[in-house]
């Protein structure tokens, strides 16, 4: 693992199709987020692409915010990232290992911010255990579709 990311994968039992759209939905995001921060999409495309900005409501500690993403990384099926404006990236890797059998390798990438800040903060951990969640969360939304 590169310095200043954070990663975790799952094999699901479901076509890269059908995860990556899950994933490129926005109005999904709530459904699959474990970190608890994420609540809904306020502006953006039904679904993503290259270059599309979204924007999602957002609370932490209490506090609601709104955070602006944009789509920085993007194949069909395979992979999709966004950035905010912290230049951070959530990125999602899908690699097929069997018809009907794909990994999902979710990564936190901090490595374009402020890194200390993350560091000190305890960041790190506390995004390693929100993707643990997040990827358990997809498994579950993929199985009920």
């Known amino acids: 693992m590169a310095e200043h990311m954070v990663a975790r994968s799952i094999v699901i039992d479901a076509p890269a199709k059908k995860i990556f759209d899950l994933l490129a939905s926005p109005d999904r995001h709530p459904d699959l987020d474990g970190s608890g921060t994420v609540r809904g999409r306020v502006f953006g495309p039904k ?33 999709i990232a966004w950035k905010h404006v ?39 951990a506390r995004n390693a255990r929100a993707i643990e969640e997040t990827l358990e969360r997809l498994e579950r939304e993929v199985g009920r579709g």
Do not use: C, I, K
């Not at 009907?100 to 990564?107: C, F, I, N």
């Open 47 to 79: 679904r993503l692409e290259l270059g599309a900005r979204f924007g999602m409501d957002m609370r932490m500690m209490g506090l609601p915010y709104r955070m602006t993403n944009q789509v920085v990384e993007f194949e069909e099926d395979r992979l």
């Open 86 to 124: 912290g230049s951070h990236r959530w990125r999602y890797e899908l690699t097929e290992q069997a018809p009907g059998r794909t990994r999902v390798t979710e990564t936190f990438d901090y490595t374009r911010g402020q890194t200390l800040f993350y560091v000190l903060s305890g960041a790190p």
